[in-house]
């Protein structure tokens, strides 16, 4: 116990200076913040320009390059479980967007499959800010859905009272941990996909599981903290989950960040269940549906 207190303190300790950061965020007026990320990236523009050899860092949701990504001060909001995060690289965050290694493998892939996007009726639940950029500066029209957040469509996943087969491409990127039956959501995203959709998701998943590690019954936030690393996950999944996946009916999938560059650093991390593993679920014809066409 005495040697876990000091490891969180030495995780509070070298994160200091982004904890001032936190501060300045709250008392610094919102146009303000704007104007130095505005800054930020023109200086990163015109770094681009002068120094292109030494830009070895690549965003695709912002598109920007830069010389080294940086660390991320969520560790002091008290929502993680800092040993989750001492032996991983905590420098992956886009110093312009903020995204993080399962974005930019997101990005490229949907970079390689953009015509497909741009045809299609997408929906995406609980979207990340950096995906947002990358859908609106390559013109990928969505439809949002959270449950909790600001979207287009107020939804819960798990049941969302859309009609049958309503979308082409679901997206789900960290969202199963959260949702109180995983399986019905699972469920829901097939229902409402249509015939050869696909379905997009990606979930902390734990190297030491196989399967699953779920609450069987309610736990406190800070019981969730310690299994599972986040005060509002439910479950971990392990490295195997990718069966639930094919149980729901789906053909599946992975989309691995080591099958892309360095530069956009596709590593384990910033915690050491983000594997940053996505899952392409294609939703196969059924017999009846051929038929249908055929007549």
């Given at each position: 116990m005495?040697v876990?207190?000091?490891?969180?303190?030495?995780?509070?300790?070298?994160?200091?200076?982004?904890?001032?950061?936190?501060?300045?965020?709250?008392?610094i007026?919102?146009?303000?913040?704007?104007a130095?990320?505005s800054?930020?990236?023109?200086?990163?523009?015109?770094?681009?320009?002068?120094?292109?050899?030494r830009?070895n860092?690549?965003?695709?949701c912002?598109g920007?390059?830069?010389?080294?990504?940086e660390?991320?001060?969520?560790?002091?909001?008290?929502?993680?479980?800092p040993?989750?995060?001492?032996?991983?690289?905590?420098r992956?965050?886009?110093?312009?967007?903020r995204?993080?290694?399962?974005?930019?493998?997101?990005?490229?892939?949907?970079?390689?499959?953009?015509?497909?996007?741009?045809?299609?009726?997408?929906?995406?639940?609980?979207?990340?800010?950096?995906?947002?950029?990358?859908?609106?500066?390559?013109?990928?029209?969505c439809?949002?859905?959270?449950?909790l957040?600001?979207?287009?469509l107020?939804?819960?996943?798990?049941?969302?009272?859309?009609?049958?087969?309503?979308?082409?491409?679901?997206?789900?990127?960290?969202?199963?941990?959260?949702?109180d039956?995983?399986?019905?959501?699972?469920?829901?995203?097939?229902?409402?996909?249509?015939?050869?959709?696909?379905?997009?998701?990606?979930?902390p998943?734990?190297?030491?599981?196989?399967?699953?590690?779920?609450?069987?019954?309610?736990?406190?936030?800070?019981?969730?903290?310690?299994?599972?690393?986040?005060?509002?996950?439910?479950?971990?999944?392990?490295?195997?989950?990718?069966?639930f996946?094919t149980?729901?009916?789906?053909?599946?999938?992975?989309?691995?960040g080591k099958d892309?560059?360095?530069?956009i650093?596709?590593?384990?991390?910033?915690?050491?269940?983000?594997?940053?593993?996505?899952?392409c679920?294609?939703?196969?014809?059924?017999?009846?549906?051929?038929?249908?066409?055929?007549m």
């Open positions: 005495e876990r207190n000091k490891q969180r303190q030495k995780v509070k300790i070298s994160c200091l200076p982004i904890a001032l950061r936190r501060i300045c965020k709250r008392v007026p919102e146009p303000v913040i704007a130095l990320r800054a930020k990236k023109a200086e990163c523009t015109l770094a681009m320009k002068l120094l292109p050899r830009m860092y690549y965003c695709p912002c920007m390059r830069f010389h080294s990504f660390t991320a001060s969520f560790l002091q909001s008290g929502m993680f479980n040993v989750r995060y001492e032996k991983t690289n905590q992956v965050f886009c110093p312009i967007c995204s993080m290694p399962r974005h930019r493998i997101l990005a490229l892939w949907c970079e390689e499959h953009k015509d497909y996007l741009q045809s299609s009726d997408i929906l995406y639940f609980a979207p990340e800010k950096s995906m947002n950029l990358w859908l609106k500066r390559n013109h990928v029209a439809t949002t859905a959270d449950l957040s600001s979207a287009d107020k939804l819960d996943i798990q049941s969302t009272g859309l009609p049958d087969e309503s979308f082409d491409v679901i997206i789900a990127n960290h969202v199963l941990e959260h949702v039956d995983f399986r019905a959501a699972l469920k829901e995203a097939h229902r409402i996909l249509r015939q050869n959709g696909c379905f997009i998701c990606s979930f998943m734990d190297p030491s599981i196989e399967w699953l590690d779920e609450e069987e019954e309610p736990l406190t936030a800070e019981e969730r903290l310690q299994r599972f690393g986040q005060n509002d996950h439910k479950r971990v999944f392990g490295m195997k989950a990718d069966r996946l149980e729901a009916g789906f053909d599946v999938e992975k989309i691995e892309y560059p360095e530069e650093l596709p590593v384990v991390g910033p915690a050491d269940y983000d594997m940053n593993i996505l899952f679920c294609r939703k196969h014809q059924t017999e009846r549906t051929i038929a249908d066409k055929e």
